[in-house]
């Protein structure tokens, strides 16, 4: 897979202007795209298993793993099955991060941000796979659909399950993706996911209920989707006060 970077997208995790003219930050970005083309190794996989509703618990059917919380179930409702996926894009990177911050705090940023850019390509280049594959495999009398992609430690989906889901990937083994005693994914630069798979109809009531009893909002589902593809990049992802609280402090208002 080739991964590609978008200006905007960079500029965004610096959390800069897309207007932004800056010779020394564009320099900075080009440099940055060149070495982490040389350096990265993306590796990912993904699986599907069947889930199923028990006891306001979601398990995932084939493994020890169990999903808790008010935010996956309203994530999943209506899902049958599920992907769990991880990628990342290597030691190389998390290296290179580390020598900047020695040297230049601004290269280490603008270096940081490039890679985040290029790890959220690579997820949403195997979100596309999947959802071809599920065209492709599924029964043409139900057409299905996938949800966004949601992360342990997002709302109140304990973070502490990251070693187990990596564990029914073996993706310790399979792409060299562990997690650290306090649930941070090693590499950093990567990311684990769940996606949820739901027929267009049963997605189609669900919003029209979710409309009529005021449940969801545009404005909370857009927050919904900035958390799942923003915080996970954050070391306080699994701790942050202010993401209990509902604040992101990378959202532009």
């Known amino acids: 897979m080739e991964i590609q970077f978008k200006r ?3 500029l965004h995790y ?3 202007d897309e207007k932004l003219k800056d010779a020394n930050i564009e320099r900075l970005i080009l440099e940055s795209i060149t ?3 040389e350096l990265i190794r993306f590796r990912y996989l993904y699986q599907k298993f069947p889930l199923v509703l028990k006891d306001n618990k979601l398990k995932v059917l084939g493994t020890t793993l169990i999903l808790k919380g008010n935010s996956i ?3 999943l409702a209506g899902a049958a099955e599920v992907y769990l996926m991880a990628a990342t894009l290597g030691p190389l990177i998390d290296k290179k991060i580390a020598y900047y911050e020695k040297i230049s705090v601004t290269k280490s940023l603008v270096f940081d941000a490039c ?3 290029a790890i959220e390509y690579g997820c949403d280049q195997i979100e596309k796979e ?8 599924s029964d043409q009398k139900e057409e299905k659909q996938l949800t966004f992609r949601y ?3 997002y709302g109140d989906l304990d973070i502490s399950i990251q070693s187990e889901f990596l564990q029914v990937l073996k993706a310790p083994k399979k792409i060299g993706l562990t997690a650290s005693k306090y649930n941070i994914l090693l590499p950093a630069k990567s990311v684990t996911a ?3 798979v739901v027929s267009t109809e049963q997605s189609s009531k669900t919003v029209n209920n979710n409309q009529s009893k005021r449940k969801f909002d545009s404005k909370k589902i857009a927050l919904q989707q900035f958390e799942a593809q923003n915080c996970q990049h954050c070391l306080l992802a699994g701790e942050c006060d202010l993401r209990k609280r509902g604040i992101y402090c990378g959202l532009k208002s």
């Open 73 to 75: 179930l309203k994530h």
């Open 130 to 137: 999947i959802k071809q594959n599920l065209s492709s495999n």
């Open 8 to 10: 905007s997208d960079i």
């Open 115 to 117: 890679a985040t850019t």
């Open 35 to 37: 070495e982490i083309k």
């Open 14 to 16: 610096l959390q800069a």
């Open 151 to 153: 992360s342990p430690g």
């Open 194 to 196: 769940i996606i949820g």
